[in-house]
């Protein structure tokens, strides 16, 4: 069995080959993604675990990452070595956490 997560992974094409498995699922043809993967769940009997992410939180990273684009291109204008791997760092740092929130753990 497949946990939503690793369903969400693959293409439409393959998460229809997998609902035709089930007689309960009808209408696969015109099935979205998101509803292909709900449909699957719901035949296995799995729990339906909404993924959500923390908008506040996301917009208010992305604001930081402004700001920190905002010192880089100052560090680059100045010739500051030092500040621009520091400011660099942070923008890795920010992205990753907004890539987390978004549940795209990479």
Known sequence: MS?????????AIKLRE????YEQITGTSGMKKDA????ILEARGEPLV????DEQ???QIKKQIREALKQRDGALEEKDGK??????KTLKRLKRQTRMLAGNKK
């Open 3 to 11: 946990s939503r997560g690793e369903l969400e992974k693959l293409t």
């Open 18 to 21: 997998i609902a035709k498995e």
């Open 36 to 39: 292909l993967v709900v449909a």
């Open 50 to 53: 909404e993924v959500t992410k």
């Open 57 to 59: 939180t996301v917009a």
């Open 83 to 88: 500040k621009l791997a520091s400011v660099r």
